[in-house]
């Protein structure tokens, strides 16, 4: 079964520092990853996937993640926190039994304090 | 392209009510995702529509569930009875069947059962 840990549910950075946002996943197949950002009371919007190739995936906004197989891991970066970067960003994994439902974390909320 | 719409954007009842959802996916799009997101967690699988085919459901998509997508455009999701365990946000995503495999999200439904 697959499955996906976001370490820290809350984290807060100042405006111009560096983001870091942690996912580690479970997955007896090679995984198809995404990070998705919901702002309050608005669905998710999609900011960036690894299927194949590169392991390094630019998103939208200036964010981008890597795909680091050995360690499982898909963190999510950004180098410079802008105030509008403050929102829940949710890391998940396909399913890829067919149907690709996905599979997410419980979230990982961002503040961004001036 | 329009986005994934949904409707209700917020719906408010009474439990043992019955109420009803509905998404409507992008143009094209043959696959149709239901998940349920409650507060301070990821969203959860709910259920899955190919075309007009519900080909998979949730341990989670009790007997009070039902979902439907007729004509393989758009879909209804019915709770009957509610309860107030079933207070959440509703989400519904689609896509397209080929190796991208993006869901495209819709705003939601968010249901408060009294």
């Known amino acids: 079964a697959q499955s996906v840990t976001q370490l820290g549910s809350h984290v807060s950075v100042s405006e111009g520092a560096l983001v870091l946002l942690r996912c580690n996943y479970s997955s007896s197949v090679p995984p198809y990853l995404f990070w998705y950002v919901q702002y309050p009371n608005q669905g998710l919007q999609l900011l960036l996937k690894y299927t194949t190739g590169a392991t390094l995936v630019k998103g939208i906004n200036g964010f981008e993640a890597e795909f680091k197989k050995s360690e499982t891991s898909f963190h999510l970066t950004k180098p410079s926190a802008h105030m509008s970067d403050a929102a829940e960003y949710f890391c998940?994994?396909?399913?890829?039994?067919?149907?690709?439902?996905?599979?997410f974390g419980a979230g990982t909320r961002l503040a961004v304090h001036p | 392209d329009t986005g994934v719409s949904q409707d209700p954007r917020h719906k408010i009842t009474k439990r043992g009510q019955n109420v009803t959802f509905r998404c409507d996916p992008i143009s094209e799009h043959n696959r149709l995702y239901w998940y349920r997101q409650t507060l301070g967690q990821g969203p959860e699988f709910l259920t899955y529509?190919?075309?007009?085919?519900?080909?998979?459901k949730s341990r989670l998509l009790s007997d009070r569930f039902s979902a439907e997508r007729p004509k393989g455009s758009f879909s209804t999701l019915e709770i009957q009875r509610t309860e107030q365990g079933d207070s959440a946000m509703y989400l519904c995503a689609s896509s397209t069947g080929d190796s991208l495999r993006t869901q495209y999200f819709g705003p939601g439904t968010r249901l408060t059962v009294l």
């Open positions: 998940a994994v396909s399913d890829q039994g067919g149907y690709n439902k996905l599979i």
């Open positions: 529509f190919q075309n007009e085919a519900q080909l998979e």
